[in-house]
Each structure stands twice: as structure tokens, then as C-alpha cells.
């Protein structure tokens, strides 16, 4: 599977062959820009603490309440129909969140559509491709000079063959056209032209928005919302200043709400607050349960088993890395180091190379990264060490028997058509 994955000329050196220099002037700009990001992410998610932290948090604060202004004002013309959505004539189930990153949505949108496949429907997953290498600039300008057409969408899968890299599609929708022979995945930022596209050329009949709770212009909608239990809401702001893309009371949109990351408990003043702005909604609860190990280059596997006692290094660009470290200590592994990049971070050569001297120097026997980053990592870099990605699946706790049931009730309620609230 790595083998159909494009490569650049710099991804094909070894990592013996790059030799660090953090005073070359891109990296010494590329690390701090990276170090600026890490820091604003660390306020807003409330790791940071003193002054300058706190001179951050209330420049970002008044921004937060612009932002949150501007998103009740674009719902507002939606409902009043100023803006208008369009209808495509078919199932459309959108996977979401009212925060950004960490809530578990991949996982989530990977059962649906494997679930939905398999009772016979011809599925499309469409994705903006967040973090994916866009079209160039002249292009764009180019069609519109010239009153072109807007190009179709992204190809990442026609449900035969992947076609495009995580770079060029985007870390998810590459992860989700890798694991789902037989759904077609589709990256544009216009949803309502992607869905289009996807019934035209390819004849689907079901559509699934990753991450389009946001996206407004598509009518017809089941809006499957996702809450990460552990960090609802974040600290209650909108972005900038905290987690949250639109205010909390905006979860009156959702037609289901799935609790993720739950450890079995109920958490009683969680769903009253949600069914405060939303009643009678019904609450999905599940819980992302680890499957594996899997080698990113030769696709050996390994028990769970194998990390109790084991030293090992973990490194992840992800949202929330808290969990999956979490994880790792869980299942009786010693983490002799730990490194943490940026959302989306695309490692270079030079990055692997010091994540794994400092790994070899302190003695470490495997080293442990997330599905997600593992798309990013060329798998014919030759490693000092071996390395795994933990495989995580979906596993329904309460509000459904199993999976199945859920994907039942959802998607094919009887008696109900497939009507969206707005």
C-alpha cells in the first residue's frame, strides 16, 4: 500500500544522509514558526501559563467574540433563507464537531461508510482536505480570467484505486481512501459541486461529510455530531481564544450526538447541557478502542500485548496527543521519550532523524506514532528503530447494541425520510 504512494526527491534521502543544521536560515524560520503555533495552541488550550500567556488570552478574547458574532450571523441568513442551501436528492450524513481537532471523527466516518458499503450503498466521503496542497494560485486566476469552469474535485479514491498521496489529499481523506476499497473519496472545498460530482461520475447514492458540520450549503443533512468526553467545550470560548467553532447552544443542529473517548461512565451534567439546547436528542456513547500495532513499511502486526514492559518512544502531530500517550502508559509501556509536533505537521527527513537519536540514546526498543501521522511518514526511510502506528476502531458503549444498530438507526430510520435539522 506505501509502494503506490508518490515520492519526492527529499523524501527519498535516508536519514543518515541529512545532517542537522538548525542554523540554516529555513529551518531556524521553520522551527520557530513552529514554536509560535505550538505556544498559541498551548493558550488556548490552557497548557500555558504567565504573563505573556495571559496578554495572549485577552488580545485573543476580543477576537473570539468577533468571530463568534460573524458565525451566529452566517447561520442567521441561512435560516432566513437570505443564503440559500441546495438539495442534491440523496442520503447525506455529515460527521462533525462544534470544536476543532480531537474528537475522533476519521474513526467514526471510516464505520459509516464501511457499514454502509457493505448493506450496498454506493458511498462517497467528501472532504475540504484540511492541511492538503491546494491548486496554485495562477491556476485559479487563470480559470477566472478566462471564465473557465472550477476544475472537479480532487480524486483520492474512485473506489478502485487510490490516486493522490496524503500530501496532495490531505492526512484523512488519503487515510479513509487507503482503508475503504470500494467508497469513493472526493477533496473540494465545495461540497455541494463534490456531491455533485460523485452521484454524476460515479453513481453514489449516499454521502458522507467529513467534518461539515460548518458547512451550511448542502440541504438535506443528517448532522451526526461528535463531543470528545474529555474536553467537551473546551474553556467555552470560540476561536481564536478557545476550542470552539461556533458557540455551544449551536449543538440544537444536531439530529444525533456521539459521545467519543468515553471510559464508560456517565456523565450526567454533560448530557443535561446538551439536551438543554437540544431535546430529546438522542446520545450515541462509544469509546476509541485500540486494535493493534501495524510496522509503517513491512504491515507486520503486533498484540497490544507487546508494549506492556517495553521501552518506547512516542512522537505524534495531532490535535489531542494527551490520549494517545495516555494509551501507551495504559497498556504497561514506559515512555522514555515523547515528542509532540504540530496538527498536520509534514515530517521532514531531518525531524525523523533527531525524534529517533533521541529515541536510540535513551534506549528505546519501538517506536509508537498515531494512524493519522504514520500517512505522513515515506516508508522506505530506512529507521534505527522500529516503528508502529496504533490502529484504533469505533466500539458502541451505550445508546446502541452495536455499530450495526447505530448505523440503523441513523441512517435508516423507518418510517422517517431523510430530513435535516437547520
Known amino acids: 500500500m506505501w509502494q503506490n504512494q508518490p515520492l519526492t526527491k527529499t523524501h527519498n534521502l535516508p536519514l543518515h544522509s541529512v545532517k542537522a ?6 529551518r531556524w524560520f521553520r522551527h520557530k514558526l513552529d514554536a509560535g503555533e505550538q505556544f498559541a495552541i498551548d493558550v488556548i488550550m490552557g497548557r500555558s501559563e504567565g504573563t505573556r500567556a495571559a496578554l495572549l488570552g485577552v488580545g485573543l478574547q476580543g477576537l473570539a467574540y468577533v468571530f463568534s458574532g460573524l458565525v451566529q450571523l452566517r447561520l442567521w441568513l441561512y ?20 470544536t476543532v481537532g480531537g474528537t475522533g471523527k476519521t474513526p467514526v466516518v471510516e464505520m459509516f461508510a464501511k457499514a454502509l458499503r457493505d448493506r450496498g450503498r454506493k458511498v462517497a466521503i467528501l472532504s475540504r482536505g484540511y492541511k492538503s496542497k491546494a491548486p496554485p494560485l495562477w491556476q485559479k486566476w ?41 467508497v469513493v473519496v ?10 455533485a460530482y460523485a452521484i454524476k461520475q460515479f453513481g453514489c447514492d449516499t454521502l458522507i461529510l467529513d467534518d461539515g458540520y460548518q458547512y451550511l450549503p448542502l440541504k438535506g443533512r ?15 470560548f470560540t476561536l481564536p481564544r478557545g476550542i470552539l467553532r461556533e458557540p455551544i447552544k449551536h449543538l ?24 438543554k439546547f437540544n431535546p430529546g436528542v438522542e446520545i450515541i456513547e462509544c469509546a476509541h478502542q485500540p486494535q ?14 507487546a508494549l506492556a514492559g517495553r521501552k518506547i518512544g ?49 534506549g528505546v526498543e519501538l517506536m509508537i506514532t498515531t494512524e493519522k501521522d504514520a500517512v505522513r511518514i515515506n516508508a522506505s526511510e530506512k529507521t534505527t528503530i522500529p516503528c508502529y502506528y496504533l490502529r484504533l476502531e469505533i466500539d458502541i458503549l451505550r445508546g446502541a447494541a452495536d455499530f450495526q444498530e447505530a448505523v440503523s438507526k441513523i441512517c435508516f430510520p423507518l418510517g422517517e425520510t431523510f430530513g435535516a435539522r437547520r
Open 222 to 236: 443528517l448532522n451526526l455530531l461528535l463531543i470528545d468526553k474529555t474536553n467537551p467545550f473546551g474553556n467555552g
Open 252 to 275: 440544537a443542529r444536531a439530529s444525533y450526538v456521539l459521545l467519543t473517548k468515553s471510559k464508560g461512565v456517565r456523565d450526567t451534567e454533560l448530557e443535561a447541557m446538551i439536551h
Open 314 to 362: 512516542a512522537f505524534s502531530g495531532i490535535a489531542a496527543p494527551e490520549g494517545f500517550e495516555a494509551f501507551l502508559r495504559e497498556a504497561g509501556a514506559h515512555l522514555a521519550t515523547t515528542r509532540r509536533f504540530v496538527d498536520h505537521h509534514r515530517f521532514t527527513p531531518q525531524d525523523l532523524m533527531d525524534v529517533f537519536a533521541e529515541a536510540q540514546a535513551a
Open 142 to 182: 487563470w480559470f477566472w480570467l478566462n471564465h473557465i469552469a472550477e476544475p472537479p474535485p480532487r480524486v483520492v479514491s474512485d473506489g478502485v484505486k487510490v490516486w493522490l498521496d496524503s500530501e496532495v489529499a490531505g492526512d484523512e481523506p488519503y487515510m479513509l481512501a487507503r482503508n475503504l476499497p470500494g
Open 186 to 195: 472526493l477533496v473540494d472545498k465545495n461540497r455541494v459541486k463534490a456531491g
Open 79 to 98: 435560516r432566513k433563507r437570505i443564503l440559500r442551501d441546495q438539495p442534491l436528492g440523496c442520503l447525506v450524513l455529515v460527521v462533525g464537531n462544534l
Open 292 to 305: 493493534y500495532l501495524q510496522h509503517i513499511a513491512t504491515g507486520e502486526r503486533l498484540p497490544l500485548t
Open 21 to 26: 543544521n538548525l542554523f540554516m536560515p529555513n
